[in-house]
């Protein structure tokens, strides 16, 4: 495995591309399990908080739990009956 040399970045990056870094940014986040989600910057302008996020995601969830139980209330009869 190549080791890259302490202090040393890729030619192509720049540190002040990077921004100024936070220490401990999402330590706390981090300590209660809480899973982070870093969203595309045209996804984050559609929900201006977690809330709207959140709300959206489980609206998701709902539409695909019933699109599931269609789908498995509809074939699974009728394919049972078909192979006997």
Not at 11 to 33: A, D, Q, T
Not at 70 to 80: F, I, N, Q, V, Y
């Amino acid at each position: 495995m190549k080791t890259a040399k302490k202090e040393e970045m890729r030619r192509e990056y720049k540190r002040e591309h990077l921004g100024k870094g936070v220490r401990g940014k999402y330590f706390e986040e981090y300590k209660k399990g809480t899973n982070l989600v870093l969203l595309s910057p045209d996804v984050a302008k559609a929900f201006p908080d977690d809330a709207s996020v959140n709300e959206a995601l489980r609206g998701l969830m709902k539409i695909a739990q019933k699109a599931t139980y269609l789908t498995k209330r509809s074939t699974g009869s009728r394919l049972a009956s078909r192979s006997r």
